[in-house]
């Protein structure tokens, strides 16, 4: 069989060998994976311990754009990691700050389980613009030990939750759940919308596969992409970060098949390879599988904002997984460049959102089985 048949079976099947795009391309199974960062439970410095639990958040291609800096015995810098950016497909680095956020829902979270009080100090330096990431913390942190903090039940969720990037099951998600949702508590301005209208069911797809087509049609905003892709297991054990085959639920026997004879680096950069159309098409089946969709959407786009739309998708991802949902950001149309403007905008008016708002989290919601977890770097890569 052609590589290219392969590849073209294996689509229509529903399993993919690239995947798009996604905030979420970091995720974690319901077990711990080969590959899997274990939480440092052990480590003497209350501050290590709870980072190796703010680490697991979902964050943008699962670059882990983190940087701590310890300071007193209770207090520790953040800081975005310039080195793990994303300037083709998150120019403004939109993303990369909501992924800031999502440590700092998961840090607090944390926190609270081992009885400390997280004070939390936004841009203690000053906030900087969207157009530019200066060298200045996004937030400083202060731990206080305090015996009547309450541990937060999503604690529970924060090492087996994931993004979960599989085609959806057909099970209908009752309105009464949908419901539960959306009276979930939020951070700041944001605000939630969740649908299961057939309209949207049927829409949504559509514009979604359109945006892949466009973020992939031009070679560098792919090749971002393809970068952080693990091609085999010795690529996810020498970078520990990025995604693979193995967040498509392939495993064993078929992974391995996959990974050694039908898919290379070298392949899936060429202009015009399989992996460009497989990956609209992919799309467009995950989208067309959910069973609902959410977005959230905020009055103002200051990096602030941003963070505080990243503390709150943490929290909605932590919520699903509770309650045994499946969950996948498709950030692709929401990207700020200009050959997604037009669209974008069609997005916007389908949405009826104000052009005076910014829709900072798409994401489609279903029953799926949960997929292979994907590794994280050692705390120490992410101390200065």
């Not at 077990?31 to 943008?60: F, V």
């Not at 701590?68 to 990369?96: C, H, M, N, W």
């Not at 949960?370 to 705390?379: L, Y």
Request: with cysteine.
């Amino acid at each position: 069989m052609q590589r290219r048949e392969f590849i073209r079976i294996i689509g229509a099947t529903g399993s993919s060998l690239t995947l798009p795009i996604i905030l979420g391309a970091c995720g974690h199974a319901g077990t711990i994976g080969k590959h899997k960062t274990t939480p440092e439970n052990r480590s003497e410095d209350i501050r290590l311990r709870l980072i190796s639990y703010a680490i697991l958040a979902p964050n943008a291609h699962n670059k882990q754009p983190w940087l701590i800096k310890l300071q007193s015995k209770q207090g520790f810098l953040l800081y975005v990691d310039q080195e793990r950016l994303l300037p083709e497909t998150d120019p403004q680095a939109r993303q990369i700050h909501i992924s800031q956020g999502t440590f700092i829902e998961h840090l607090d979270i944390a926190a609270k389980q081992f009885g400390y009080r997280l004070e939390i100090n936004y841009f203690p330096q000053g906030m900087y613009a969207n157009n530019v990431i200066e060298n200045k913390a996004v937030a400083a942190f202060r731990l206080h030990r305090d015996h009547t903090i309450q541990p937060d039940p999503l604690f529970a969720h924060v090492v087996a939750r994931h993004s979960n990037k599989r085609i959806y099951d057909d099970t209908a998600i009752e309105n009464s759940i949908l419901d539960d949702l959306s009276t979930m508590p939020l951070t700041g301005e944001t605000q939630l919308q969740l649908s299961n209208r057939q309209r949207d069911l049927q829409t949504l797809p559509g514009l979604m596969s359109r945006a892949m087509a466009i973020e992939v049609s031009n070679h560098h905003r792919h090749m971002e992409t393809i970068k952080m892709f693990r091609f085999n297991d010795e690529e996810v054990k020498r970078y520990r970060d990025g995604f693979g085959i193995g967040q498509t639920g392939k495993s064993g026997f078929s992974k391995w098949l996959i990974e050694s004879l039908f898919i290379s680096r070298n392949d899936a950069s060429q202009p015009g390879s399989a992996f460009i159309q497989q990956s609209i098409d992919l799309t467009k089946q995950q989208a067309g599988s959910a069973r609902a969709f959410g977005w959230l959407t905020t009055k103002g786009n200051e990096r602030l904002t941003q963070v505080v739309s990243g503390r709150n998708y943490a929290r909605m991802n932590l919520h699903t997984h509770a309650i045994g949902l499946a969950i996948h950001p498709m950030s692709q149309i929401l990207e700020e460049y200009e050959d997604m403007a037009t669209l974008k905008e069609e997005f916007y008016q389908y949405l009826k959102v104000p052009k005076s708002h910014t829709l900072q989290m798409l994401f489609r919601i279903g029953y799926a089985k949960p997929v292979e977890h994907t590794p994280r770097r050692n705390i120490n890569a992410l101390l200065i």
